[in-house]
């Protein structure tokens, strides 16, 4: 099983950013699938989720309405489209796939099985 994002890099305040997770490995439109991250000193947190057959999301309150979760089931991918990007957005950010099938997607760390390796996104002022 491998998740691998890309995507990431430098955005400035009011820009977009859009990142992408390849998935493999197994049959990934079984499983509901996030994104998480992590910025410096702190610890690793949600940000959104994707039900596992895609019709249901949830976001954290910080992206809410500025990023979007979404699927393309015959790649095998799925994307956070970051939108109105703000400093604070700056982290390191996560790909995940929860441990098990059918499910809503949750915003505990502990509900995801495998993990990508992070794509850095840093947004400048």
């Known amino acids: 099983v491998q998740l691998v994002e890309s995507g990431g890099g430098l955005g400035q305040a009011g820009g977009s950013l859009r990142l992408s997770c390849a998935a493999s490995?197994?049959?990934?439109?079984?499983?509901?699938m996030g994104w998480f991250r992590q910025a410096p000193g702190k610890e690793r947190e949600f940000a959104a989720a994707l039900e596992w057959s895609g019709t249901s999301t949830r976001y954290a309150d910080s992206v809410k309405g500025r990023f979007t979760i979404s699927r393309d089931a015959f790649k095998n991918t799925v994307y956070l489209q970051m939108t109105s990007l703000k400093p604070e957005d700056t982290a390191v950010y996560y790909c995940a796939a929860d441990r098990s099938p059918y499910t809503s997607g949750g915003v505990s760390r502990y509900d995801y099985e495998y993990w990508g390796q992070g794509t850095q996104v840093t947004v400048s002022s």
């Open positions: 490995g197994r049959t990934f439109s079984w499983y509901a």
